[in-house]
């Protein structure tokens, strides 16, 4: 699939009575490197002192719902491109990384191929973790660019993966720059980006070059259209019929940074020697979204 024909398919959700002709790409990918695991190189693309390990005991978070609990022993993970990424010991993770507007979308993954990935993104952008000295020390489109290698070499499918990381990168934790993109938008219009870029996704497998550009022209895209509601235009003109009932509880709130919100770890989160519905309190709400609870 070419990238101009993914770009167009979601950014024309976006931008009311676009034209192909003015969507061009911004960049082949300046920031972000377009190596992918699994690579050929023997050395990267690892996870050592896997698979996680939570110690048996549950810590509060406040304002979020999901269950977390402290890794028990460090995990380090080596990029596509060499790089080490550390999640110490005791970091907080509650399994899952997928920000809370798409969960309808991408649901609440927590099989072993998803937690090792989970618990080093949260060493870097979690929620529970900002005293770590890594927290946020790298850039976020880095992090959440290294959740997909992660989400690769524990085995997750190239196609799954894709569509994990295009829910992070577009609705997860981002610091360093103004807040804007598609996680401006209302939570029913997220998804609607959301499902159309996943459909895409699932039926054309686009290289992952051409993945990040559509991502950034997503981005760009819902910019412009927020800024042109805040002129007074409204983004009325450009919502279909009948996404009200999209919203999910979310009372019409964007997601604030946290990307972990509503989310609880499932039976397939290895705390100590015991599954976690074996602990006192057996599996809290079984991993569904709690949408009374307000973002933050």
Not at 18 to 27: A, F, G, K, N, T
Not at 240 to 266: C, K, M, R, V, Y
């Amino acid at each position: 699939m070419g990238v101009r024909k993914i770009v167009v398919v979601g950014a024309c959700l976006i931008l009311a009575g676009c034209s192909p002709d003015v969507l061009q790409p911004s960049r082949a990918d300046g920031v972000l490197s377009t190596r992918v695991c699994p690579a050929d190189a023997p050395e990267t693309c690892l996870f050592f002192n896997s698979p996680v390990r939570l110690e048996p005991r549950e810590v509060p978070v406040p304002f979020r719902f999901g269950r977390f609990f402290p890794m028990a022993e460090a995990l380090t993970f080596v990029d596509s491109g060499g790089k080490r990424w550390v999640a110490p010991r005791g970091t907080l993770t509650d399994g899952a990384s997928i920000p809370r507007v798409f969960v309808p979308i991408v649901g609440q993954p927590r099989s072993p191929e998803f937690v090792n990935a989970a618990a080093i993104h949260d060493a870097y952008c979690g929620i529970g973790n900002e005293n770590l000295p890594q927290w946020r020390k790298d850039e976020w489109r880095s992090v959440h660019r290294m959740f997909y290698d992660a989400l690769r070499a524990s085995g997750t499918d190239e196609i799954r993966a894709k569509v994990m990381f295009a829910a992070v990168y577009l609705a997860g934790p981002r610091w360093g720059e103004p807040r804007g993109g598609v996680q401006t938008l209302p939570p029913p219009r997220q998804r609607q980006v959301m499902r159309r870029l996943q459909e895409s996704i699932e039926d054309e497998n686009p290289p992952f070059a051409e993945l990040l550009i559509a991502l950034e022209e997503l981005d760009a895209e819902a910019s412009v259209e927020i800024a042109r509601s805040r002129e007074g235009r409204g983004l009325e003109s450009v919502l279909s019929p009948g996404n009200g009932g999209d919203a999910g509880g979310e009372n019409g709130q964007t997601p604030g940074n946290g990307d972990q919100d509503g989310q609880n770890p499932g039976n397939d989160m290895p705390v100590g020697n015991a599954p976690v519905d074996d602990l006192p309190g057996g599996q809290g709400n079984g991993g569904q979204a709690q949408d009374s609870v307000g973002a933050l």
